[in-house]
């Protein structure tokens, strides 16, 4: 349904399409990014890819249009990984594109058997995410209240982890 290819600043005018406002902006990428978005914010954040940063675009298999973005950052001496900066094009939302983009970032994150666990972030009232990132198996670790105020609004944040899945057993002979 949806491959992933490395995020490149040729895709950043697309993304800036899917993001409308200050508060789509910080729903998406936490503090990281100030509205309005512009493509040299997005440039500094594509430099930042490296073996320790991995930062893709998802792309419908059989058109080739870009629906989805992720994100991530790997802590090898903690065995551990942060997923970020999750987001689906607007107009392709609610019909599997975030789980399948996802499915496909965890493994690639779980793939090598280093690393024994994928955390996240995500604002306690983004039901969308956290229903999203539950149905992947994520769990709640903590709820750090009040880290942002948006117009006056407190926003609190949820910090998920997800372990490593435990290996297939032997195959059936
Ligand atoms: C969160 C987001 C990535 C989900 O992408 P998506 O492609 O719509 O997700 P899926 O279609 O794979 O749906 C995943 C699950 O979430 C549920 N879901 C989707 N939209 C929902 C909504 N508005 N409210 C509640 N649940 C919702 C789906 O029903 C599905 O659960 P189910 O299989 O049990 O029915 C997308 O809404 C988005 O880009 N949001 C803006 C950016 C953002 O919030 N990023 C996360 C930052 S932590």
């Given at each position: 349904m949806v491959e992933l290819r490395e995020f490149a600043l040729t895709d950043a005018p697309v993304l800036m399409t899917w993001i409308d406002g200050a508060e789509a902006l910080l729903t998406w990428a936490?503090?990281?990014?100030?509205?309005?978005?512009?493509v040299d914010q997005l440039a500094a954040y594509a430099a930042e890819a490296s073996g320790q940063r991995r930062i893709w675009t998802a792309v419908q298999?059989?058109?080739?249009?870009a629906v989805g973005h992720a994100s991530l950052r790997l802590d090898p001496a903690h065995s551990s990984a942060r997923l970020g900066r999750v987001l689906v094009a607007p107009s392709a939302r609610g019909r599997g594109v975030g789980t399948a983009m996802l499915v496909k970032v965890l493994a690639s994150a779980f793939d090598t058997g280093e690393l024994e666990r994928v955390e996240l972030g995500v604002f306690t009232h983004n039901a969308a995410a956290v229903r999203l990132y539950e149905r992947l198996g994520f769990a709640c670790d903590r709820v750090i209240r009040d880290v942002e105020h948006v117009e006056g609004r407190p926003w609190s944040a949820m910090q998920m982890s997800l372990a490593r899945p435990a290996p297939d057993g032997p195959a059936a002979t």
């Open positions: 936490g503090p990281a990014f100030s509205w309005p978005l512009d298999h059989d058109s080739g249009e």
